[in-house]
């Protein structure tokens, strides 16, 4: 069976330090790789997805993410973070076949930005 | 834009009332998803409906229905609200026919307490 793992249930930053926030997967396979992000008050939003191809992936908002196979790896980047990241992120894993019934979330990582 | 609206954003219900939670998506989309989402444990699929009448059960469907009767409209139904059901809740929508990488669009979330 698939699973995620956010190891850091909470970040603290900076505004303006660099972000990487952890994502680790168990699957079989390649998987399809998504972040989403959930501001205060609000629903998921995706910020960015991978399914093959450039292992570096460019998202929305200045976020970019690298799968790393090796290390069953799908971490989160930015390199300067504003106030307005504050958020809940959360990694999601798919099989690359079968129903969209099997997304799997990982149990998210609190942001909180500096001033 | 995809827009998914769930009819209420804070809901407070007692033990043992039945409790209708409504969600509309206006994109013509397939698959629709109710979720749970609790501090530590990430999204949890309660429900998934892959057309007008089709559902299956997802991750914890217990104490929960579902009615889909409309292509835009998916309900989830709690036929006697428990205190343990006190959480909020999150409906989605993808097209269908991408598989396991049919990235979601999510509504607000409806915050439901159960006293």
């Known amino acids: 069976a698939q699973s995620v793992t956010q190891p850091d249930i909470h970040i603290t930053v900076s505004e303006g330090a660099s972000l990487e926030l952890r994502c680790n997967y168990s699957?079989?396979?390649?998987?399809?790789l998504f972040w989403y992000v959930q501001s205060p008050g609000q629903g998921l939003q995706l910020l960015l997805k991978y399914f093959s191809g450039d292992t570096l992936v460019q998202g929305i908002k200045g976020f970019e993410a690298e799968f790393k196979r090796s290390q069953s790896s799908f971490n989160l980047r930015k390199p300067s973070v504003h106030w307005s990241d504050a958020a809940e992120y959360f990694c999601?894993?798919?099989?690359?076949?079968?129903?969209?019934?099997?997304?799997?979330f990982g149990s998210g990582t609190q942001l909180t930005v500096l001033p | 834009d995809v827009k998914v609206t769930q009819s209420s954003r804070y809901l407070v219900k007692r033990t043992g009332e039945k409790v209708f939670l409504e969600c509309v998506q206006d994109m013509d989309h397939e698959n629709m998803f109710w979720y749970r989402q609790d501090p530590g444990l990430g999204l949890r699929l309660i429900y998934f409906?892959?057309?007008?009448?089709?559902?299956e059960k997802g991750d914890i469907p217990e104490g929960y229905s579902v009615s889909r009767e409309k292509k835009e409209r998916f309900s989830l139904i709690l036929e006697s609200a428990s205190t343990n059901q006190t959480s909020m809740y999150l409906c989605?929508?993808?097209?269908?026919?991408?598989?396991?990488?049919?990235?979601?669009?999510f509504g607000n979330g409806t915050r439901l307490t159960v006293t």
């Open positions: 699957y079989g396979a390649t998987p399809y």
């Open positions: 999601a894993v798919g099989p690359p076949s079968g129903s969209a019934r099997q997304l799997t």
């Open positions: 989605a929508s993808s097209p269908q026919g991408q598989g396991g990488n049919s990235p979601l669009h």
């Open positions: 409906s892959y057309d007008v009448k089709m559902k």
